[in-house]
């Protein structure tokens, strides 16, 4: 397999572990990039971007102070967008949103953990895409795509997140200026979080409450300049700054922002689903509140994308890691084995790359639905609509929730050294760990898809027709079950029986507390710990599904031994699940303990099975080292001279004797304090 150059020899465990590799991995990688010509493409791309260095720091980034972490990540910004803007050239819309995903993965040699213009492409952009007419098309994309201006997205405030009918922020039109005039009325009201707000955007989109005619429409979306253009000194009428240091994220400047009576040009408004005409009046379509939710999926679909390429990172450092490392001795007088040979470990790994894959398929399959139902409203058909809120929104919550814990049993199947930085998993994890939250939380995107899943039950045992994501509740509530038989086809089947009773348990609740005297409202709060698990099953049993019919489809005309690979991949997730559902699958199916005891011997089986070729099928995620960032995962396993190599460059080994044993610790020794 080609890979970039290296400055070590290849470690004889990985040279070994690729020898026995049973499949072709190129042809895997290409199966992942969906095509030949997008492998190709990609790489020339990561070579454009990488192979003259330029994403190399003169000193590491965690050595720098939170203010040198920003200049340098504003600096490497500004190389990047050289690379951006020759790649998006053939990036006209979002029928091109692949390159978006290519250009992402490159970004992260540049950063360990994140560019202040990120939310510029993956926020600012799309929403002009899907939010402005063709007439402000015209005027903003020429500016934004040759980065004349620098945007962010600004929703969230300091006192509400995912509740978007609470937001404070004001615009009220004043029609004798033909203004809108934004204004913050609270502390609460500061807009909070945006990334690159606090010192790097001078632009960016602002979700306020409309005001027209004294009548408020609700939220809709703004483009405000904050800062001159020349001087980039925040307008008057602006109050903007960084937020302070965080978890992670730490080389953007995620800021806040507040408006003092402030004032925008009408134009400035999003008015591709709404507008306000120059005398105040407010029109638009019935569907307005559909049409506006396009951008919402769209970046719901980027993050499961983004977060299957995160685990793929993770699961790549931890594979070659564990194939390098020998630890205890189980047979006297027998070498130390690998700890890829210990059943545990595989257990902790092989589940983190078909996690990888089963994600990175939802993320594309999503995709295609997204782009059906935004083709059918525009034809007027908004039918698909609440579907598809329901799957971006389990799918967001559900990937995200999934992933933060893998990477972090990746990081723990690393011992102490995945403990440094420089083992490249904390900053991985810190990354992914944000997504979990932000663009909607994990709680309340599940209670919103299982909104849908209760009508979805009504209608089933109404008769009424229901979309194709949801049609098992017909088999579950005309009474037919499917006996258990342990084949992948019947786990796929239990997950959606185990999905099926769970929303049907939930109505029965509801019902039983309403009946009882509770308002609806009330009874649905009482049931929302049930409402989530549900929820929870829904979309375990549509990736399942999913992941298994993806699988057969893009391997239909793949070599024999990359199909059984593949499918092993497959067979391992929907057992693993099976396993960690064992109460759902005994409640709600036909399995019985012997068939539990089954399931865990063929888990055990694809653990084997899998063992020889799994440094081959994380070679075939194709990352390469400068996207890693990982003394522990580099393609060349030289894993104890990267890691000393890394502990030469901390500052406090530039000098034999540091200042403070002068200060402090001779005195100390001495009595003399």
Not at 26 to 42: A, M, P, Q, S, Y
Not at 46 to 56: F, N, P, T, V, W
Not at 182 to 209: E, M, R
Not at 572 to 583: D, E, M, V
Request: hydrophobic share 40%; net charge neutral; with cysteine.
């Amino acid at each position: 397999m080609s890979q970039n150059k290296t400055i070590m020899e290849v470690n004889q465990e990985l040279v070994k572990e690729r020898a026995k590799c049973n499949f072709n991995v190129l042809e895997v990688t290409h199966i992942l990039d969906g095509g030949e010509k997008n492998t190709l493409h990609r790489k020339k791309i990561e070579s454009i971007a990488l192979d003259e260095g330029a994403y190399k720091d003169p000193i590491p980034e965690e050595y720098l102070s939170p203010k040198e972490k920003y200049e340098n990540a504003v600096r490497k910004s500004c190389l990047f967008c050289k690379i951006v803007k020759n790649a998006l050239t053939e990036f006209t819309g979002l029928e091109h949103f692949s390159n978006f995903f290519v250009l992402r993965r490159t970004a992260d040699a540049f950063f360990k953990e994140i560019s202040p213009f990120l939310l510029h492409l993956g926020m600012f952009l799309p929403t002009i895409l899907g939010q402005c007419t063709t007439e402000q098309q015209a005027y903003w994309l020429p500016r934004v795509l040759d980065i004349q201006i620098i945007g962010t997205y600004a929703q969230t405030e300091l006192g509400h997140g995912t509740f978007i009918r609470g937001l404070e922020t004001t615009a009220t039109y004043d029609p004798e200026t033909e203004e809108f005039v934004l204004h913050s009325p609270t502390l609460t009201s500061y807009k909070w979080w945006a990334g690159g707000l606090g010192k790097t955007v001078n632009y960016c989109i602002v979700v306020a409450q409309l005001y027209t005619k004294g009548v408020c429409h609700g939220t809709h979306l703004f483009i405000v300049q904050i800062r001159d253009e020349e001087t980039h000194m925040p307008l008057p009428g602006i109050k903007v700054g960084e937020i302070g240091a965080k978890m992670g994220f730490n080389t953007a400047d995620n800021g806040y922002l507040a408006f003092d009576h402030y004032r925008i040009p009408r134009q400035n408004m999003m008015m591709k689903n709404a507008q306000v005409l120059k005398d105040g009046t407010y029109v638009k379509p019935d569907s307005h509140g559909k049409l506006t939710y396009g951008t919402m999926v769209l970046v719901r679909v980027i993050l499961v994308n983004e977060v299957a390429f995160n685990l793929a990172k993770a699961c790549t450092i931890a594979t070659r890691y564990s194939a390098v490392r020998r630890q205890s001795q189980p047979k006297p007088n027998e070498p130390e084995p690998q700890i890829l040979d210990y059943t545990t470990q595989q257990h902790k790994l092989f589940i983190c790359i078909a996690t990888a894959h089963a994600l990175q398929l939802a993320s594309a399959w999503l995709w295609k639905t997204f782009n059906a139902v935004m083709s059918d409203m525009k034809k007027g058909n908004t039918d698909s609509l609440p579907e598809l809120h329901a799957l971006s929104s389990c799918l967001k919550a559900l990937s995200t929730s999934d992933v933060t814990s893998l990477i972090e049993q990746c990081r723990y199947s690393c011992g102490g050294h995945g403990y440094m930085l420089c083992s490249g998993l904390p900053n991985i994890y810190s990354f992914v760990t944000a997504t979990r939250t932000y663009e909607g939380d994990y709680t309340i995107l599940l209670l919103q898809t299982a909104r849908f899943l209760v009508k979805a039950y009504e209608q089933a045992e109404a008769g009424t027709p229901v979309t194709p994501t949801v049609l098992y509740l017909i088999e579950f509530v005309s009474g037919k079950r499917t006996p258990w038989d342990g084949s992948p086809e019947g786990i796929i089947k239990s997950f959606q029986e185990i999905a099926a009773g769970n929303i049907s348990s939930c109505v029965k609740s509801i019902r039983n507390r309403m009946s009882s005297g509770l308002s609806f409202e009330d009874a649905w709060e009482l049931t929302t710990i049930q409402l989530v698990g549900a929820a929870e099953a829904h979309c375990r049993a549509v990736i399942s599904d999913t992941y298994k019919k993806e699988i057969a489809r893009i391997t239909a005309s793949s070599s024999t031994n990359v199909k059984i690979v593949m499918e092993q991949l497959v067979n391992l997730y929907l057992h693993y699940w099976a396993l960690n559902r064992t109460g759902d699958l005994l409640r709600y199916s036909s399995i019985s303990g012997e068939d539990v005891a089954n399931l865990q011997m063929k888990y055990e089986e694809l653990l084997t099975l899998i063992r020889p070729n799994a440094v081959g099928l994380v070679d075939a995620f194709d990352l390469r080292d400068e996207i890693l960032h990982s003394a522990l995962g580099s393609y060349d396993g030289q894993v104890y001279k990267r890691l000393f190599a890394e502990a030469l460059k901390s500052p406090l080994n530039q000098e034999p004797v540091n200042e403070t044993f002068h200060k402090y610790l001779k005195p100390t020794m001495q009595g003399k304090l």
